[in-house]
């Protein structure tokens, strides 16, 4: 109710659902994040997305606190890709600009590889609705409820699915030669 006075510009509306969301969303921003001053700006991203997009929300579609923290998570996912994006270039640029390559380095970039492959091969042995599961989950950056929505599935076997598929990937990189299909 509040959503849709706050589409046709109810001020006050947008501020009683900033209210009771707000701790909420910065909560979820910040347990992705796990940087207050990151959350901060995140959270304060969503509230101005909620107000400019308020008219698109679809009640048909789901809950307009659903809909509030899949934007959020969807922006919090995409500032840690963002960051990490900026890490890489930065490590790439300063790899290809440093003439004298360490040991150190080099080892650790091959063992960054070869966890890399071990992950794949892990993701290989799971069953497809586990492995497709957690790469909505992970990759996509998806809530279970979405995941759960996307696949036709219950939340709670979603969830059995994700942590399942989890598990079995820790038990790979912990000891590949234990786990098999």
């Keep these: 109710m ?7 510009g109810d001020q006050e509306a947008f501020a009683e659902l900033y209210d009771l969301m707000s701790s909420r969303v910065h909560g979820l921003v910040l347990r992705v994040l796990r940087d207050h001053h990151h959350a901060e700006e995140v959270t304060q991203e969503v509230f101005v997305e909620v107000w400019r997009t308020s008219a698109s929300f679809d009640v048909v579609r789901g809950s307009a606190q659903g809909w509030i923290l899949t934007m959020a998570h969807r922006r919090a996912v995409d500032r840690v890709r963002s960051h990490s994006s900026v890490r890489q270039r930065d490590t790439t640029w300063h790899r290809e600009h440093d003439s004298a390559t360490s040991h150190d380095s080099t080892a650790a970039l091959a063992a960054a590889h070869l966890d890399a492959l071990s992950v794949r091969e892990a993701l290989a042995l799971l069953p497809a609705p586990q492995r497709r599961a957690l790469e909505l989950a992970y990759l996509d950056g998806h809530t279970y409820s979405t ?4 696949m036709q599935a219950p939340v709670g076997t979603t969830k059995t699915r994700i942590r399942t598929a989890l598990h079995t990937l820790r038990a790979h990189m912990e000891n590949p030669s234990l786990v098999t299909t």
């Design 2 to 8: 509040r959503l849709s006075r706050a589409a046709t």
């Design 147 to 150: 995941v759960a929505q996307m």
